[in-house]
């Protein structure tokens, strides 16, 4: 089965530093997400991309977010300057529509920032 | 905006019983669609089951069925026959099926139930 590949499991970065959150949806899906989900909390929305470009964020996704389509296959999150507060899992999704499919999501990234 | 509320946050049930976690939600929009999804310890998210809201039939996936009232706005999950491989983490989820609307495409979930399953 068709799997949305996320890199790396496990990213440990110090505050202030940029870090790069690394998404591979499924092939031929066109819808493409990031969630985050605090430990113990619920899973939030951050952007959803579509046709190569941000179609909704979120308030959490601010001037230290961006995402990326380099080269039609990766779908990257970076965070410009992480804050102690950005420490997470961070979920990438991948639709083939945008209507009542559910997603493929991600194994996650866990993100922690010391 | 849509909310969704799940009330329970911590659910039990004994291997081979049944139990029904509870979700309801707010929204104005008349078309849309509601999500179980499963987290287990691996934190992977994964779909358990799905309703469109335009469908009065529950959605149905062997031992995983819901019970959708829409008038009530209550979408409820039951799991039958309970094996010890269920407990996770189950999230209830909401998306818009309106096109161009702010939250088509956005999956806003609630705050999740864990589901313990005892031997």
């Known amino acids: 089965e068709p799997e949305v590949t996320q890199t790396p499991s496990h990213q440990v970065t110090q505050m202030g530093q940029e870090v790069i959150l690394r998404c591979v949806p499924i092939?031929?899906?066109?819808?493409f997400y990031w969630y985050r989900q605090i430990l113990g909390q619920k899973v939030e929305f951050l952007v959803s991309f579509y046709n190569n470009e941000i179609s909704e964020k979120s308030e959490i996704f601010d001037d230290q977010f961006s995402v990326e389509r380099p080269d039609g296959s990766n779908f990257t999150l970076k965070i410009r300057s992480t804050k102690l507060e950005d420490s997470a899992m961070y979920f990438c999704?991948?639709?083939?529509?945008?209507?009542?499919?559910?997603?493929?999501f991600g194994s996650g990234t866990r993100l922690t920032v010391v | 905006a849509q909310t969704v509320t799940q009330s329970q946050p911590e659910m039990s049930v004994q291997e081979a019983e049944t139990v029904t976690l509870s979700c309801t939600y707010d929204?104005?929009?008349?078309?849309?669609?509601l999500f179980w999804y499963k987290q287990p310890p691996s934190r992977q998210m994964i779909l358990v089951i799905r309703q469109e809201a335009y469908k009065q039939q529950n959605a149905t996936e062997n031992r995983f069925s819901v019970n959708f009232q829409k008038a009530a706005k209550s979408f409820s999950l039951k799991i039958s026959d309970s094996q010890l491989g269920d407990a996770a983490m189950y999230f209830c989820a909401y998306r818009s099926a309106k096109a161009g609307g702010t939250s088509y495409g956005k999956l806003t979930f609630g705050q999740g139930t864990i589901l313990t399953v005892h031997p």
């Open positions: 092939s031929n899906h066109l819808y």
């Open positions: 999704a991948s639709s083939v529509l945008s209507g009542g499919y559910g997603y493929t």
């Open positions: 929204t104005s929009e008349s078309d849309y669609y």
